[in-house]
Structure formats: C-alpha cells, structure tokens
C-alpha cells in the first residue's frame, strides 16, 4: 500500500479496470502532476522538461485504449528531409510512443496502450518516456529544422542588448555567435 494515498495498488488495478477515468486522476494526483480534465477521461498534463519547457501531454481513455499525444514541435522552417529522417531513426528504440506528423508537417509524440496500462508504474512510465524523448531530442531538432530562425533571433537579441541565454546551447551552429 502507497504511504501517501493510502490505497492499494492491487485496488487502483482493479479501478482502472473499471474506470480508467477515475483510475488516471487518481495517479495523476498521487504523482503530483499538473494536469487540466477537460472532460471525462481526457486528462492533459504539462511535463516540465529542462530543453524544452514543458511537454503538454495527452492521456484520452477511450473503450479499448489509452492513447497518448504530446506536442513536440512545429513543422521546419528548412533542412525537412534532415529533420525527419533524424526524428523518424529514434522510433525503433523508443518506447509506447513514436514521432509521427500532422496534415502539415507539426511533430508529434504518440501512442496507444491497453486500458490495463492505466496503472501507477505504466502511467509514470509512458509519462516519464514521453517527457525524457521530447525533452532530449529537442535542441537537436531546433538544429536541423530552425537554425536560420534561432540565427536571426540571436542577431536580434544581440543588436538590442537582450539576454542570449536560452539560446547558448545554439551558440556551436551560429557562425557569428559572440556574445
């Protein structure tokens, strides 16, 4: 039995079970993440990354699943093909979500689980997942796809005395990067 929720695993098994609604507040609450319902059974929780500020992340329970969607980054400005094909190599190797596009090109983290993996110990490990992929993988795709855009933001910023240091760890891909 968890300390601090007083309830047994082996009671919040059975509870996802038979409403994974109330199974995934439940945990949510007892992990202490912030999270908004917007309606019953959809819950989205904002994971606080140290590259990427927050992963605002899906949990919807449908009949049969849990599916999972986190936000990752917009489309590129350049350097597509680059840009995918490094997202796209990290699949085979990551694990209950996958990078996957939108009709226009927006980056995506997503996945679907059996509604028996609306337990303690797999909802913090998709979460944990899903929070680790976006988060280190982030500064690597702003990179490939958004290297002119962080140029001329690190050109503005510096013309107007403003503070680089959110885009130091850009300062290697930035051919006239002098603080």
């Known amino acids: 039995m968890s300390e601090d929720s007083g309830r047994s695993d082996a009671g919040l098994d059975a509870a996802s079970e038979a409403d994974p609604d109330e199974a ?4 949510l609450e007892d992990q202490g993440l912030e999270y908004e319902r917007p309606r019953a059974g959809a819950y989205l929780v904002k994971l606080p990354g140290q590259h990427k500020l927050a992963t605002m992340t899906w949990l919807v329970a ?18 597509h093909a680059e840009f995918y094909r490094h997202l796209l190599s990290k699949n085979g190797g990551m694990y209950g979500v996958a990078f996957a596009l939108d009709p226009i090109g927006d980056v995506y983290l997503v996945g679907r689980l059996p509604l028996s993996a609306v337990t303690p110990e797999e909802i913090d490990r998709i979460l944990g997942c899903v929070l680790t992929y976006s ?3 982030f500064d690597r795709a702003l990179e490939l ?22 885009l130091q760890p850009f300062a290697r891909i930035l051919p006239d990067a002098k603080e």
């Open 24 to 27: 995934l507040k439940v945990i």
């Open 62 to 79: 449908g009949e049969h699943s849990l599916h999972v969607e986190a936000f990752f980054c917009r489309q590129p400005d350049e350097n």
């Open 135 to 137: 988060d280190d993988n």
């Open 145 to 166: 796809g958004f290297a002119g855009s962080i140029q001329r933001e690190w050109d503005w910023r510096v013309k107007r005395g403003e503070s680089l240091a959110n």
